[in-house]
């Protein structure tokens, strides 16, 4: 296996900067999960891991020797793509065999390599099949398959279960993170989906715009977000997000005054639906429930307040509230987040009764 380091590592096309100076260092035999909206450079990035694009600017070493122009044929990285990219006129024993092609592997290795890649992703009974007769679950199999068999020494992952339904995206998480432990190869996962990332990886790398904003464990990110995008962007239902204003020693939220000593300015104070709750009037915040949302275990509520709309999540399948029903709003203390306008950095953690405050 191997212990990747990016160095200043950068990469454009003419003006435009698909990834931006970037320092970053994944462990021998850990999982990390690169995550970001589409166009924020992760895919660039792994691509420039698997040899397929050239960095612009930087260095990128494995296991401290430079591989910035070894080819990707000779860099024994396995990549699974979001397409699976199989070959349609080969069967599954062919597909998984084929990069085995190029390096020389004698016929009676080879035949043991793909019988235990395709045993190691429970697709041994399907070695004769093309994949226009496999479901996309199978298909993706295979194609993890055929990335095992070089037994690579960096794994890299590019969106591998999005063209998944949702109980199979649930049951392939499992497996590949179970096939990471048991194989303790480097893996590098790129996706947009933060249940994957938070689910699967050690370390989650979080990108925006071409540059990493945070890398941490997932409670890291959620918890302890460094930027508001982080805290924006982690999170399901997403993050109530209000304007306030710092100044001497407090910061002030519309009709809401909490302490907040060293701060002077414009914030933006943060608060999870989750940490919200709802109450009888007449306690926290005067609210009135704008929609309810059925989320099976959870129940989901936009609640009209006077510092605006915001969203609550109530555990449990009983709908407590219906629309129209009038309400409080209030928060447990150490809940909310406060960031900095202009450099979108977090300052502190507050605390704040909205009981006491109303």
Not at 43 to 48: A, G, K, P, R
Not at 57 to 84: K, M, P, T, W
Request: hydrophobic share 45%; with cysteine.
């Amino acid at each position: 296996m191997a212990r990747i380091e990016l160095e200043q590592v950068a990469k454009s096309w003419g003006d435009v900067v698909a990834v931006e100076p970037t320092d970053l260092v994944i462990e021998d035999g850990e999982f990390v999960a690169i995550l970001g909206p589409s166009g924020c450079g992760k895919s660039t990035t792994l691509f420039m891991l698997a040899g397929i694009y050239a960095p612009t600017g930087g260095e990128i070493r494995f296991d401290g020797h430079l591989v910035n122009r070894v080819e990707a044929r000779d860099r024994n990285v396995g990549i699974v793509f979001q397409s699976y990219a199989l070959y349609p006129h080969m069967t599954v024993a062919k597909n998984i065999r084929f990069p085995l092609k190029f390096k020389g592997v004698p016929a009676d290795e080879a035949a043991r390599r793909v019988s235990e890649a395709a045993r190691l992703v429970h697709v041994e009974e399907l070695l004769d099949r093309l994949p226009a007769e496999m479901s996309g679950g199978q298909q993706q199999r295979v194609a993890l398959a055929r990335a095992l068999v070089k037994e690579p020494q960096l794994l890299l992952l590019d969106e591998p279960l999005s063209n998944l339904d949702a109980t199979l995206r649930l049951t392939m998480r499992a497996e590949i993170r179970r096939l990471q432990r048991r194989l303790g190869v480097t893996t590098i996962l790129v996706t947009h989906d933060q249940i994957e990332a938070t689910t699967m990886a050690d370390r989650v790398v979080c990108m925006s715009k071409g540059r990493i904003e945070q890398i941490g464990t997932a409670d890291d990110l959620y918890q302890r977000p460094n930027k508001l995008f982080v805290a924006s962007f982690i999170g399901a239902p997403p993050i109530n997000l209000l304007d306030g204003r710092a100044e001497r020693g407090t910061v002030r939220v519309g009709e809401l005054t909490l302490p907040a000593s060293g701060i002077e300015g414009a914030v933006v104070l943060g608060i999870r639906p989750e940490h919200l709750g709802l109450s009888a009037p007449g306690h926290g915040l005067a609210g009135r429930i704008l929609t309810v949302e059925p989320l099976g275990r959870e129940t989901l509520y936009e609640v009209a307040t006077p510092l605006g709309s915001l969203r609550v999540l109530e555990a449990g399948s009983e709908r407590r509230w219906r629309e129209g029903d009038a309400s409080g709003v209030t928060v447990p203390d150490e809940a909310l987040l406060i960031f900095d306008k202009a450099s979108e950095r977090r300052l502190e953690t507050a605390s704040l009764a909205l009981a006491e405050a109303a």
